[in-house]
């Protein structure tokens, strides 16, 4: 308990100094969509791509590559867009201002990071990589083992663990309240709000809604989707084929456009040396036949988010189709029970198909939406879009939550 009143001093006086340097910077949300997005009559953001003029099988995004997306989430205004912006790269959302959303979520390394598992606060390892972000706005379940269905709860989750963010509801709340600009954004997103106290559920709402700003879908891939197949060079096509074939089965489950079929597969994926199974998914749904199932990932932009799988147990794509080329439970521990996916075979790609599959891979790079950073922020502090910083409360390193 003490140790944490240590930290919250701290960070009160922080805030305070950063608070009066912020007070000359008048603060004011955008009024225009991002791009990509048509604001509608309403006044609300609707996203627009070159896949609205196609259709698709039941409608969820599934079959070749003129296909359309599955459902997404928009409807949200500029201003709320913007002001999830500020707080996502902001790092007095976490308990002693040192971590922000950026700081797993870096847009410099796809919205992911570069570790096998990330660091929250006091440079706490916790339990999975960071997915990325991009193209969440299409996505029903969140995190490695899918326990959440929404943006808003997916959001609850690293801002209240101890490991992560560390922060509580009340001193989340407490802290935004001291900030006069805050206050004022707040009143410019959720005008209804008629300059009442900040609520927990505009900052999950506006953390959602910038979310869902971010993007991915003009990629060199998608250009060769739309028919202009002069965007992928012939090593990369070769890729595509490979990819999609019946052998490689790359594609039943990272299913074009989006590149996740957005189900919980069993895969057989290793752990790194000395960890124990993750059993993942079988908590969440309660279900034995689904230990050490994850969620398909996207692979969108997945040459920028190395290491990969749950661990970040491979350190670049070559070893990934490495493993699935292996066969049929071939990493699985001795002794060890798992019911693979059907999907996964044992393929037998030779090296040269290996090889096109990573060239293929890397047309799915598109950072070209990637949204500004904020060179200042209400708060007065530093924005926050690397690996946790130590120069602010350089000397409490907690384990947990210390009260």
Known sequence: MIERLLILTATTLLLWAGIASAETVDFRLSDNCPPSFEESAAGTCQLRTMYDFYDSVQGAGLGGTQTSLPPHRDGFSPQQIDL???????????RDATVSCASCHNPEQGFSDDLPRSRGIGDQEVARAAPTLWNTAFLNKFFWDAHATSLEEQVVGPLFASNEMGNSPEDLLATLSTIPAYQALFDQAY?????????????????AAFQTSLISLNSRYDRYAHGYHAALSAPEVEGLNIFRSFVARCAECHTPPLFTNQQVAVIGAPEPE??????????TYDAPELKAGFKVPTLRNIAQTAPYMHSGRFNNLREVVEFYNGGRGHAVPEGVDLQLHWHISSPDLTDYELDRLVDFLGTL???????????????G??????????????TQK????AS
Do not use: M, W
């Not at 106290?197 to 506006?206: A, G, N, T």
């Not at 000395?274 to 908590?283: K, L």
């Not at 502090?381 to 350089?394: C, G, S």
């Not at 907690?398 to 939550?401: A, F, L, R, V």
């Open 84 to 94: 999830g912006r500020y707080l996502f790269f902001d790092p007095v959302l976490s």
């Open 191 to 207: 005008p209804q709000r008629k300059n009442g106290p900040i609520q927990l559920d505009e900052v999950y709402h506006s953390l």
């Open 365 to 379: 790079t598109d950072e070209s939406l990637k949204p500004e950073v904020p060179s200042q922020l209400p708060s």
């Open 381 to 394: 502090l530093a924005p926050v879009h690397d690996k946790p910083q130590a120069n602010i409360v350089t």
């Open 398 to 401: 907690t384990s947990g939550d």
């Open 274 to 283: 000395g960890r124990p199974i993750d059993v993942g998914a079988q908590i």
